[in-house]
């Protein structure tokens, strides 16, 4: 039989939930012994896999690239957890959403620049007008609130996700 396949994304974030995933230290190879990582920004895959059984989605979706994204792992994931407060609420991301995308870009590459001041015409991914939670833009499964999650918290959700449970994110065996 073969392993669940496991992948994590990372959106408009600060990588801070990756970070506490890093941080269930030796849980996080309990977890990788029953499962295959075949996706993430911590190892060097370059391409979305078709049919990964679990996602951990960082981050808010921001961009045109954060949203040609977010559509084509929800497409090849069967269940999708939208992984920290950016990716839940759009959080510190989301801040932006008033100012707008022309004044934001504009105070960050004309007013606060010194030399050649001008917009990034390339590497820079296009803005979306509004930075907005994953659960508005597709079908979110499973919501794993933090900034960021605690390790026991994202072992705990990764452990009853791989072993058919529906993760008590809101349950008191999480010290809430």
């Given at each position: 039989?073969?392993?669940?396949?496991?992948?994590?994304?990372?959106?408009?974030?600060?990588?801070?939930?990756?970070?506490?995933?890093?941080?269930?230290?030796?849980?996080?190879?309990?977890?990788?012994?029953?499962?295959?990582?075949?996706?993430?920004?911590?190892?060097?895959?370059?391409?979305?896999?078709?049919?990964?059984d679990v996602c951990l989605v960082e981050g808010a979706v921001s961009s045109e690239e954060d949203l040609h994204k977010i559509k084509m792992v929800r497409e090849r994931t069967k269940t999708l957890v939208s992984f920290g407060d950016c990716a839940v609420?759009?959080?510190?991301?989301?801040?932006?959403?008033?100012?707008?995308?022309?004044?934001?870009?504009?105070?960050?590459?004309?007013?606060?620049?010194?030399?050649?001041?001008?917009?990034?015409?390339?590497?820079?991914?296009?803005?979306?007008?509004?930075?907005?939670?994953?659960?508005?833009?597709?079908?979110?499964?499973?919501?794993?609130?933090?900034?960021?999650?605690?390790?026991?918290?994202?072992?705990?959700?990764?452990?009853?996700?791989?072993?058919?449970?529906?993760?008590?994110?809101?349950?008191?065996?999480?010290?809430?």
């Amino acid at each position: 039989m073969s392993k669940p396949r496991v992948a994590t994304v990372w959106l408009d974030g600060c990588s801070g939930c990756h970070m506490s995933l890093i941080d269930m230290d030796e849980r996080i190879l309990d977890i990788f012994e029953r499962a295959d990582l075949v996706y993430s920004p911590l190892v060097d895959y370059k391409d979305y896999p078709e049919d990964v059984d679990v996602c951990l989605v960082e981050g808010a979706v921001s961009s045109e690239e954060d949203l040609h994204k977010i559509k084509m792992v929800r497409e090849r994931t069967k269940t999708l957890v939208s992984f920290g407060d950016c990716a839940v609420t759009s959080n510190v991301p989301g801040m932006r959403n008033p100012i707008g995308v022309a004044p934001l870009l504009d105070r960050a590459y004309r007013e606060n620049v010194t030399l050649n001041p001008q917009m990034p015409s390339e590497i820079v991914p296009k803005l979306l007008p509004t930075s907005t939670p994953v659960h508005r833009v597709v079908k979110v499964d499973v919501f794993l609130p933090g900034c960021p999650p605690s390790a026991d918290l994202i072992y705990t959700m990764l452990d009853d996700l791989l072993a058919g449970r529906v993760p008590d994110v809101a349950g008191s065996r999480f010290g809430r």
